[in-house]
Structure formats: C-alpha cells, structure tokens
C-alpha cells in the first residue's frame, strides 16, 4: 500500500508561483509514475502533469505547459509540481496518484494511489 501526502496549496495571488509536493512514507515511490490531478468546485478531476518512473518522460496537460514543471527527487522520494504564472482558473483541489507500471497515464482510473489533496485558491 502506497500512501500519498501532498502539502503546499494555498492561497496565492494571480502571477504568482507555488510549489505542490506528494510525498510517500514507508514505501519508496522510486518505481512508480506520478501524476497530478485538479478537481475545481462541480468539476470532473482533470489531468494535469506526469513523471515516468525514471524521470525521463513527462507529460503536461495544454493549459498548464510551460507554467508547470513536474519533477522528482528520488532521495526525498518525494514528486513536486511547480506552479508558475498562476491564473483564477488554476483554483482547486491538486491531488498526487502513483501508478505501479512507472508510466505517464493521463487517466486517473490508470492510478492505483492517490493522497487526500491540496488546496490551490488563486485570487484576481
């Protein structure tokens, strides 16, 4: 059993910057692809960005490619979203998944883990 724990959502203004982290402890999430999802408020959950297992693939949903990053680090065993130039519409609820075959699923039924979420709230 992996069990995922995101942090640093919050509030942040319009153009600013946050950096979302997905940690998982007793387990080492070395071999696993990751992934971030966002629900907003009467939202289906919406794919956002994923990591391969060994970091060399990556892949970004349209609305956020070249404002977001997801990266890794395999010491910390921790994966991390840095959120760039932030827009109103970026508000909800980001939540980590981990899939056990390593790859870069852009469906959230592909993911086997998912942590309990962090709130995003960007004002204009």
């Known amino acids: 059993q992996v069990q995922l724990v995101e942090s640093g959502g919050g509030l942040v203004q319009a153009g600013g910057s946050l950096r979302l982290s997905c940690s998982a402890s007793?387990?080492?999430?070395?071999?696993?692809?990751m992934g971030w999802f966002r629900q907003a408020p009467g939202k289906e959950r919406e794919f956002v960005a994923a990591?391969?297992?060994?970091?060399?693939?990556?892949s970004y949903a349209d609305f956020v490619k070249g404002r977001f990053t997801i990266a890794r680090d395999y010491a910390k065993n921790t994966c991390y979203l840095q959120m760039n130039n932030i827009v109103p519409e970026d508000t909800a609820d980001y939540y980590c998944?981990?899939?056990?075959?390593?790859?870069?699923?852009?469906?959230?039924?592909?993911?086997?883990?998912w942590g309990q979420g962090t709130q995003v709230t960007v004002s204009s």
């Open positions: 007793r387990r080492t999430l070395n071999a696993y692809g």
């Open positions: 990591i391969n297992w060994s970091g060399g693939r990556m």
């Open positions: 998944a981990a899939d056990s075959a390593g790859g870069i699923p852009t469906i959230p039924g592909e993911y086997e883990y």
